[in-house]
């Protein structure tokens, strides 16, 4: 069995998801109540885009084994992509709750999802959780990073933002937002800097430009 589904994992690192799919559909003739074998081949359909029939697979490994994590976790990441926020943190909720307690990537899908519902605070929690179980991520901690500021915790803001920027560079987005929370600190020399190298990474970044003619309006001439 685990050879089978290590054939399946090479299948889908190729890309070629017809026959990961293939593999799946063989395993599960032989083992026709297996939880996980449903909730992968939920998993390839998922990322064949066939929303539907990915819920419904994976909605049966859950009445098969209500403990499959994994099942509500790619429930979540269904609704997500279609961004359907409020059913998704549902299931990323309910993975969690069903033992994905170590999995950077469920809470912070879950922290964005609260925060497009306008859940700042709650989605807070999630995604300081996140940074702690991925602190290599610089896209957490750019998220952690908005949602503080949404939060007007700007102090906490730009430290997440430093650390975005400390493991990537060129996160243009990072820099912005961090010149941003700066400005709101009144720091204009370093609001200043970020927003340049924020054009300097991306040229055509709109509200970068918008920003810079704001400070040059504000700064004093030296």
Not at 87 to 97: C, K, L, S, T
């Amino acid at each position: 069995m685990k050879d089978i589904h290590a054939v399946a994992a090479k299948y889908i690192q190729e890309k070629n998801l017809s026959a990961a799919l293939n593999v799946y559909e063989e395993m599960l003739k032989e083992n026709p109540n297996d939880p996980l074998i449903f909730a992968n081949i939920a998993n390839v359909v998922y990322m064949l885009k066939e929303f539907d029939r990915a819920v419904s697979l994976y909605k049966k490994a859950i009445a098969l084994d209500e403990q499959c994590a994994v099942a509500y976790y790619g429930l979540g990441n269904v609704f997500y992509a279609k961004e359907d926020f409020s059913q998704a943190a549902v299931w990323f909720e309910q993975a969690i709750r069903h033992g994905l307690t170590e999995d950077g990537d469920v809470y912070f899908l879950l922290g964005v999802s609260l925060m497009e519902m306008q859940q700042a605070r709650l989605a807070s929690m999630y995604l300081l959780r996140a940074t702690e179980l991925k602190a290599e991520d610089p896209e957490i901690w750019f998220m952690y990073g908005l949602c503080m500021g949404k939060c007007e915790a700007i102090d906490e803001s730009i430290r997440a933002l430093q650390m975005a920027i400390q493991i990537d560079d060129t996160h243009a987005d990072a820099h912005y937002n961090l010149g941003v929370a700066y400005f709101m600190c009144e720091n204009q020399k370093a609001a200043h800097r970020h927003i340049l190298y924020t054009l300097q990474l991306q040229p055509e970044h709109l509200l970068a430009k918008h920003a810079l003619r704001i400070l040059t309006s504000e700064m004093p001439e030296s």
